[in-house]
T-cell receptor
Framework: DAKTTQPPSMDCAEGRAANLPCNHS???????VYWYRQIHSQGPQYIIH???NNETNEMASLIITEDRKSSTLILPHATLRDTAVYYC?????????????FGKGTHLIIQP | NAGVTQTPKFQVLKTGQSMTLQCAQD?????MSWYRQDPGMGLRLIHY???????DQGEVPNGYNVSRSTTEDFPLRLLSAAPSQTSVYFC???????????FGPGTRLTVT
């Protein structure tokens, strides 16, 4: 699975959009980009994933650049409950049984 | 659906004691796994299973045993607890696609 790089921390004002970047410059053509988050003391929570096209669900939007070397997770209207560590993971979907490799992620702090 | 459940939530063991951490899921997921998370670190895979009767080692399997007699349950056994096993343990499950995993709330284990 390709290595990903994320900023260690970010702040965002409550009610604003939170944009979390992720670099995955060595991603291969059949690797998906997955996003998880871990709220303090809880288990990680799946957010969204994508391959090439932008994706949106009830939690967030995922924008993947055309060259697929980076992506951005967007929380459109951040709330205090969105304070968490966010992990960007690149992996082959549906293949292999190895676990998810969680790096250090981005600690997103939503400010009131 | 209850999702992924783990028991107990908290446990204190003395060095050398054994115990079993329970994990169950009601989503008919084939894939289940165990991770440990130490302070300030990412999750590390201990053991995983791709279906009933099939288990395999992850990144840090030493000191732990698993079995998978049913689709629903995936217990983790500590054979002889050591202080180095003090950690938070998370169980996760998914369909064959390992990317979208559902995590339990965790078991906080302290070994004295």
């Amino acid at each position: 699975d390709a290595k990903t790089t994320q900023p260690p921390s970010m702040d965002c004002a409550e009610g604003r959009a939170a944009n979390l970047p992720c670099n995955h410059s060595t991603i291969s053509g059949n690797e998906y980009v997955y996003w998880y988050r871990q709220i303090h003391s809880q288990g990680p929570q799946y957010i969204i994933h994508g391959l090439k096209n932008n994706e949106t669900n009830e939690m967030a939007s995922l924008i993947i650049t055309e060259d697929r070397k980076s992506s951005t997770l967007i929380l459109p209207h951040a709330t205090l409950r969105d304070t968490a560590v966010y992990y960007c993971i690149a992996l082959y979907s549906g293949g292999g049984a190895d676990g998810l490799t969680f790096g250090k992620g981005t600690h997103l702090i939503i400010q009131p | 659906n209850a999702g992924v459940t783990q028991t107990p939530k908290f446990q204190v063991l003395k060095t050398g004691q054994s115990m079993t951490l329970q994990c169950a899921q009601d989503m008919n997921h084939e894939y289940m796994s165990w991770y440990r998370q130490d302070p300030g670190m990412g999750l590390r895979l201990i053991h995983y299973s791709v279906g009933a009767g099939i288990t395999d080692q992850g990144e840090v399997p030493n000191g732990y045993n698993v079995s998978r007699s049913t689709t629903e349950d995936f217990p983790l056994r500590l054979l002889s607890a050591a202080p180095s096993q003090t950690s938070v343990y998370f169980c996760a499950s998914s369909y064959v696609d390992r990317g979208e995993q559902y995590f339990g709330p965790g078991t906080r284990l302290t070994v004295t």
